[in-house]
């Protein structure tokens, strides 16, 4: 049902916005097959509801039908007789027609161009003459019943050569191939010149061979127009020697391309309907497209993708091979696994793949992720993915060309942007739905605590029973903030979030780190010992205090090294704190044999923001308490240091604090990466102390600076420290 919903979305949506231009990219298939399986009462659906299979290429989006011709076929199918007859058919419905001229009584490939039977003892004159009048005279009477192909490929797979023994490369050299190609494509232009003339090999992936190949034609003269490729990926190579392939005879022979064989397969298993499958090597499958329905449409939404891309806009589509050929007796199938039906005749959603998108509207979807509340010290360095699946007009692939599977090989890889908050943009189609959970990691291969480093338990929007996030793209570009939690065995909503907005307050997540005093044998939650946060009691207009814990920290019992992580949440009021207010902090413990404070760091410092936000710290503790006591108050800001900017990411303006021990020359710049001074802040003579400075993000003349990361530094007397900023427009 959800299927059909999906679908019916798809089919709403390319009705509310139309496509305004005509796409020209070759969405084709090859069904030389289907005539005879029609006659032996083969049926093919679609929603399990019969229907012609030209209609349903042709409501998917196919543009463009292939058709072989053998000479002298043993039973009629794939004759001339057949052949015009169809190509009666695939001309009515509206698709172009790309004509494949085997030159063979039967198949025609690499291992095998054997002569029609006709041809047989011709003297290499006449059979050079034959091929040209045969091919006229075919070319003719498509002509004349108005069903003139709009591309003939002369030969098949032709990488060989055609018409063994006398057409064979290793036989006869490329000086007689040569003059038989010639003669098929003199043949085809006596007719009319306007139709296109492919060329095909089988080595979509092979770049050496393709140029051997295209070379020696172009030294013996072969004039024509498109390059014809088969790729399989089990026999030709991986996708991206494909690309590369494609990207090298786009620039060295200045022609289109077409992959104009293709398929992937859909299971691994057969009918026993008399014929042997054709097989494929598991291990020789790109990875990240299993064998099974979404595979296969990945697999073929890539190549598409893979095609477009090609230099210069080379290459101009493709041609599936045999997607309808389903299995039915007396006929069976040999290809039953590749088809894009199963085994009853219905179709797979991979047919989704051939409709054509590129105009269609879409929206930009912005994941921002604040991983503060994850159970773990995730640094900057790390590693955050998205992994899930979309339903609707994408599938397996975003519009922007990004893959999105519920594994390592999701594309979706967020960007840290400042402290612990991770970013990644991407483009949706309105009505798309995407099922998502995050997946957070020190690096790819290495996961964070708990879950093996996935969320915990999420309830999504709609209140249903299923454990991952949900989100439907709309008509606007949507920012979706978010948090990553699995610090609870219990579920949490999609869009909870550990501060509870208040409008006049804002909340702040205090969370400290205090594993190392765990380990230094200083702290036992079990001795009624608890983190609490103090500080500055005048500019936090009392919600903090140096003399008490007003803000007490709850443990997180299922986070790292057994629940060494401290939470809470702070909120201070709007109308009696200014925001960008610099207060004062630091993390204390009570109960304890150490003093409580944390030692060897100044006291900390934020500006209170405009909004929600959340301070993520390890507990610093450098002092030995075998032979040092800390004083029980801290000391005010008595040393150099430059605080990271708050907030940061920052638009449009930030606050910058820095401290300096003693009365000092002051100068603080704002860097670009190349080392250009953007802006000079500070130039003067300072008393020592904390002081605070706002940019606003204009350069020295007061023009705007774009989006980016700059670098702030701050110098006093010879001492000098750099913060990283970036800002977010």
Not at 191 to 219: A, E, P
Not at 476 to 503: C, H, R
Not at 557 to 577: L, Q
Not at 657 to 677: D, H, M, P, W, Y
């Amino acid at each position: 049902m959800k299927k059909l919903f999906f679908l019916w979305i798809a089919i709403l949506f390319t009705t509310i916005f139309p496509q305004t231009n005509p796409d020209s990219f070759i969405r084709g298939v090859d069904i030389s097959t289907t005539p005879q399986i029609r006659n032996a009462s083969g049926v093919w659906k679609q929603n399990n509801v019969a229907d012609d299979v030209l209609d349903i290429f042709k409501t998917n989006g196919a543009n463009y039908v292939r058709l072989r011709l053998w000479h002298t076929p043993s039973n009629k199918y794939c004759g001339l007789d057949s052949t015009l007859a169809f190509a009666k058919e695939i001309k009515a419905k509206g698709f172009k027609f790309l004509l494949d001229i085997h030159y063979s009584d039967w198949w025609a490939d690499p291992g095998q161009q054997t002569k029609p039977a006709a041809w047989n003892g011709l003297s290499f004159a006449v059979l050079s003459d034959s091929v040209r009048d045969y091919t006229k005279r075919v070319i003719q009477a498509l002509k004349d019943q108005n069903t003139l192909p709009d591309m003939v490929q002369v030969g098949n797979e032709i990488t060989g050569g055609m018409l063994w023994p006398d057409g064979k490369i290793s036989v006869g050299g490329w000086g007689n191939f040569s003059t038989l190609l010639k003669a098929g494509i003199q043949g085809v232009k006596d007719v009319d010149t306007t139709v296109k003339i492919m060329i095909h090999i089988d080595r979509g992936g092979d770049n050496n061979s393709c140029r051997w190949f295209y070379d020696n034609l172009k030294s013996n003269g072969v004039t024509f127009d498109i390059i014809g490729l088969s790729y399989y990926p089990w026999w030709h190579g991986s996708l991206t020697n494909a690309q590369n392939n494609l990207n090298d005879l786009a620039t060295r022979y200045n022609k289109d391309i077409v992959i104009v064989e293709t398929a992937y397969p859909w299971t691994t298993q057969y009918l026993n309907d008399g014929m042997n499958n054709v097989g494929f090597d598991p291990a020789k499958l790109p990875a990240g497209y299993p064998v099974n329905p979404q595979g296969q449409r990945d697999f073929l939404t890539y190549l598409i993708k893979l095609i477009k891309n090609t230099t210069s806009g080379r290459g101009i589509g493709f041609f599936y091979w045999e997607p309808a050929y389903i299995s039915v007796p007396p006929v069976g199938s040999a290809w039953e696994n590749y088809a894009l039906f199963d085994f009853s005749g219905n179709a797979f959603s991979t047919l989704q793949a051939f409709q054509s998108n590129d105009s269609l509207s879409t929206v930009n979807v912005t994941l921002r992720l604040n991983t503060s509340t994850l159970g773990d010290t995730l640094k900057s360095t790390g590693f955050v993915q998205a992994r899930g699946q979309i339903f609707g007009v994408s599938s397996g692939f975003f519009p922007g060309g990004e893959k999105f599977t519920w594994d390592i090989n999701s594309q979706i890889k967020l960007k840290n942007v400042g402290g612990d908050y991770w970013e990644y943009t991407f483009k949706m189609y309105p009505a798309d739905e995407i099922q998502f959970l995050f997946w957070a990691g020190h690096s790819s291969t290495v996961p964070t605590y708990r879950s093996l480093g996935w969320e915990g338990q999420i309830t999504p929007f709609d209140s249903s029973a299923v454990n991952y996030r949900v989100f439907t793209a709309g008509l606007k570009d949507t920012v979706l903030d978010l948090e990553f939690f699995n610090g609870s065995a219990t579920k949490v909503p999609q869009y909870w979030n550990p501060i509870v907005s208040q409008p006049d307050s804002v909340g702040i997540l205090f969370r400290v780190n205090v594993v190392h005093l765990i380990k230094a044998g200083l702290f036992d939650a079990a001795k009624t010992m608890l983190v609490t946060v103090r500080g500055d009691s005048a500019s936090s207009a009392g919600v903090l205090s140096w003399d008490f814990s007003n803000v007490l920290l709850k443990q997180e019992p299922i986070s790292v090294s057994s629940g060494s992580f401290w939470s809470g949440v702070a909120y201070f009021p709007k109308n009696k704190i200014t925001s960008g207010t610099p207060i004062g902090y630091k993390f204390y413990v009570t109960n304890c044999t150490f003093g409580g404070w944390e030692s060897g760091i100044e006291n900390r410092v934020f500006n209170l923001p405009e909004s929600d936000s959340t301070l993520v710290w390890k507990f610093f503790n450098d002092k030995n308490p075998l032979t040092e006591l800390e004083e029980e108050t801290p000391l005010v800001a008595n040393e150099f240091m430059l605080y990271q900017n708050y907030p940061n990411p920052f638009n449009p303006a930030t606050t910058i604090n820095f401290s300096i021990a003693e009365k000092s020359n002051v100068q603080l710049r704002v860097f670009n990466l190349l080392g250009e001074v953007v802006k000079t802040l500070v130039n003067q003579n300072e008393e020592a102390g904390v002081h605070s400075i706002t940019w606003n993000g204009l350069n020295e003349t007061g023009a705007p600076v774009n989006s980016g990361i700059y670098l702030l530094r701050l110098e006093a007397g010879s001492q000098i420290q750099m913060r990283k900023m970036i800002l977010l427009k």
